[in-house]
């Protein structure tokens, strides 16, 4: 099963901006999608970005224009920068790998990310 560890949370001011990234593990295939969910207290995780291994991406509409998701030179990493970033993006952030005819879908262990007003 594919491994995924994610990096780069942490605490920032509103307007500041972070960078997170997940490298996959555990797997000798290219990965094709790779996403970023987040998951606020009492709330849904939600999809917040996505991107396949031909570089198609995907926001949700509270982040667009703020965020870039993109693929790293490393093999099967993938980076979130947040830039702008507001109160209410602050969540639990969790790297996604969705299922494929080679691999199991597989979560990673989430990394905080706290922004103060």
């Known amino acids: 099963q594919v491994q995924l560890v994610e990096s780069g949370g942490g605490l920032v001011q509103a307007g500041g901006s972070l960078r997170l990234t997940c490298a996959a593990s555990r797997t000798v295939f290219s990965i094709n999608v790779m996403a970023w969910y987040r998951q606020a207290p009492g709330k849904q995780r939600e999809l917040v970005a996505l991107?396949?291994?031909?570089?198609?991406?995907t926001y949700d509409a509270s982040v667009k224009g703020r965020f870039t998701i993109s693929r790293g030179n490393a093999k099967n990493t993938v980076h979130l920068q947040m830039n702008s970033l507001k109160p209410e993006d602050t969540a639990v952030y969790y790297c996604?790998?969705?299922?494929?005819?080679?691999?199991?879908?597989?979560w990673g262990q989430g990394t905080q990310v706290t922004v103060s007003s």
């Open positions: 996604y790998v969705p299922s494929s005819s080679a691999y199991s879908a597989s």
């Open positions: 991107i396949t291994s031909g570089g198609a991406t």
